[in-house]
């Protein structure tokens, strides 16, 4: 079982060959393929990790789709002035594949 832990979009995943995760809104390149930084390979007994040692493994991955996140509403009140806001946001967002860990 070959797995990797890769940093995307300011957290970590941990992802397989064939798992598709929803991560930040990435950049891919013109055929839509995006290359992710792995903080962690693990391959079966093995366990790489370090900078160092880290330097010759890639994580790639294909951009399915993008989308946007539920809308969150914000709110603001202060009791007795009057004062009320209300703004809304919705987290832009890509859907990747994982099409390869390569040593």
């Given at each position: 079982?070959?797995?990797?832990?890769?940093?995307?979009?300011?957290?970590?995943?941990?992802?397989?060959?064939?798992?598709?995760v929803?991560?930040?809104?990435?950049?891919?390149?013109?055929?839509?393929?995006?290359?992710?930084?792995?903080?962690?390979?693990?391959?079966?007994?093995?366990?790489?990790?370090?900078?160092?040692?880290?330097?010759?493994?890639?994580?790639?991955?294909?951009?399915?789709?993008?989308?946007?996140?539920?809308?969150?509403?914000?709110?603001?009140?202060?009791?007795?002035?009057?004062?009320?806001?209300?703004?809304?946001?919705?987290q832009?967002?890509?859907?990747?594949?994982?099409?390869?860990?390569?040593?």
């Open positions: 079982m070959v797995y990797a832990v890769v940093r995307a979009g300011g957290r970590q995943e941990k992802v397989e060959v064939g798992t598709i929803v991560l930040d809104r990435i950049k891919a390149d013109e055929n839509g393929n995006v290359e992710l930084a792995p903080v962690l390979l693990v391959d079966g007994e093995t366990i790489t990790h370090g900078a160092a040692a880290l330097a010759g493994v890639k994580v790639t991955a294909e951009v399915v789709g993008d989308l946007r996140g539920p809308k969150i509403v914000i709110q603001k009140f202060k009791n007795k002035t009057g004062y009320k806001k209300r703004q809304g946001h919705r832009e967002l890509t859907r990747i594949k994982i099409t390869g860990i390569t040593k």
